[in-house]
């Protein structure tokens, strides 16, 4: 990011090209192109996003460090991390994960019956862990939270995330060293890019969950 200073008032073009790793942001809230000249603010007002908390999501996006302060925080801001959460539940489960089963796939043909098996088995597993954890959290924390009850599990946002985090780097060790040199290094490092940038978002997505979404809990239901 350099000196460039988040601010609902930079334009769109200026937001993304500081940080196109926030096309994934806009993907996953379905935010429409193009933006023409319009500010941040502006396209918040037009699709109905709370700007302060746009700029926030942007912010732990772009820096794994960032942690919002207490009072930025708002009420209103609860229902739309939520939201976005689910949202971004959607975009790991139909575009992430798909579009690495795709790379994976292609690899395989280059497998012997052995390897094949032992690959897609672990990345079967891996998906299905993920996706078991994302419908855990939705189940016993988002819905729960939606209806204004205090009892949610928040213990879900703790150890599975570094499982899930210990699974990624397991699969990617096992593309490094143990598929067979037949697989052309193209295929390898386009389905490593995806292992490290499925790993690395989840890593943003658990920090919103711990340090958004937990705050907002607490300030707001827990008071």
């Known amino acids: 990011m350099g000196s460039v200073v988040l601010s609902p008032e930079m334009k769109i073009y200026e937001l993304i090209d500081a940080a196109p790793m926030l096309l994934s942001l806009f993907s996953r809230l379905n935010i429409h192109l193009p933006f023409g000249d319009i500010s941040v603010a502006e396209m918040c007002r037009r699709d109905g996003y709370n700007p302060q908390l746009f700029i926030m999501l942007c912010a732990m996006h772009i820096d794994l460090r ?3 302060a ?8 609860l229902s739309e991390v939520i939201a976005y959460l689910r949202a971004s539940h959607r975009y790991y489960a139909e575009r992430m994960l798909p579009h690495t089963a795709l790379h994976l796939e292609e690899i395989l043909s280059y497998c012997d019956e052995l390897s094949e098996r032992v690959l897609r088995g672990f990345y079967d597993d891996y998906t299905h862990y993920i996706k078991r954890h994302f419908e855990e959290e939705e189940r016993e924390i988002f819905t729960l939270m939606e209806r204004g009850e205090r009892d949610a599990n928040f213990a879900l946002f703790d150890m599975p995330h570094a499982d899930i985090d210990d699974r990624s780097n397991d699969i990617a060790s096992l593309i490094v ?6 697989a052309p290094t193209s295929l390898r490092c386009a389905m490593l890019k995806d292992v490290y940038e499925l790993r690395d978002d989840l890593r943003r997505h658990s920090n919103i969950e711990t340090y958004l979404l937990r705050p907002l809990v607490e300030k707001f239901l827990k008071c």
């Open 66 to 68: 960032h942690r919002p």
């Open 70 to 77: 207490d009072e930025e925080l708002t009420e209103d801001m």
């Open 177 to 182: 060293k143990s598929l067979p040199e037949a």
